[in-house]
């Protein structure tokens, strides 16, 4: 997840301490949990990139917000949009670097229509946010680089991505909403099933 999401939406102001002593920000977000073995192979090539950076990889379907409800009504109305979409496969593409941030990222090639259309569903109600970027559909790589070191870690990243021969698929047939603590890591809260009713957690 996009740490400098987090400071541009101030999520110092957003500070909240869980009932189990856990520091969580007022900031929350929906993913797609990547599977093995492109999920491992991901977050390998994330680590070699940064290392020490916090890694899981996912496709974001509503991008890091803080929330003006309680979490309970967010998760209710995105069970309520999600059980509204069939299931559906995504597939990454090629390295890109996004040009005003020189976040380094893999694009999507199959998926990114049905991804776009549940980010605008779900961005609405209690789930609402101006988003500073349009919603753009990828799997981050790399972000906060030094400028110099941009171009050729996305070289790194296009040259490891050729070498990989296993599946790229990514079966979106369910989503996950998090939350941001203020150790860099994200809470799972509740599990989606596209199509179907939440996964107890």
């Not at 890694?55 to 890091?64: D, E, F, G, K, Q």
């Not at 593409?93 to 380094?104: L, S």
Request: hydrophobic share 40%.
């Amino acid at each position: 997840m996009p740490h400098e999401a987090r400071d541009r939406v101030g999520y110092r102001d957003y500070m909240a301490v869980s009932p189990n002593g856990a520091d969580r920000i007022n900031l929350f977000a929906l993913v797609v949990y990547i599977p093995d073995p492109l999920a491992k192979f991901l977050d390998d090539l994330r680590r070699d990139m940064v290392p020490g950076c916090v890694v899981r990889a996912h496709v974001t379907m509503l991008p890091p917000r803080p929330l003006s409800s309680e979490p309970a009504d967010a998760i209710e109305r995105a069970r309520e949009v999600l059980s509204g979409f069939a299931p559906f496969e995504i597939e990454p593409g090629g390295i890109e670097i996004f040009p005003k941030t020189d976040v380094i990222f893999i694009g999507i090639k199959k998926g990114d229509r049905e991804l776009r259309q549940i980010y605008r569903a779900l961005n609405g109600g209690s789930l609402a946010f101006q988003e500073e970027f349009s919603y753009h559909p990828h799997i981050t790589l790399a972000q906060g680089l030094q400028p110099d070191k941009v171009e050729h870690l996305a070289q790194v990243a296009r040259d490891r991505w050729a070498e990989f021969r296993y599946s790229r698929t990514i079966p979106a047939d369910r989503a996950c909403f998090v939350q941001s603590t203020v150790s860099c890591t994200w809470l799972d809260l509740a599990e989606f099933r596209l199509g179907a009713v939440p996964l107890a957690r």
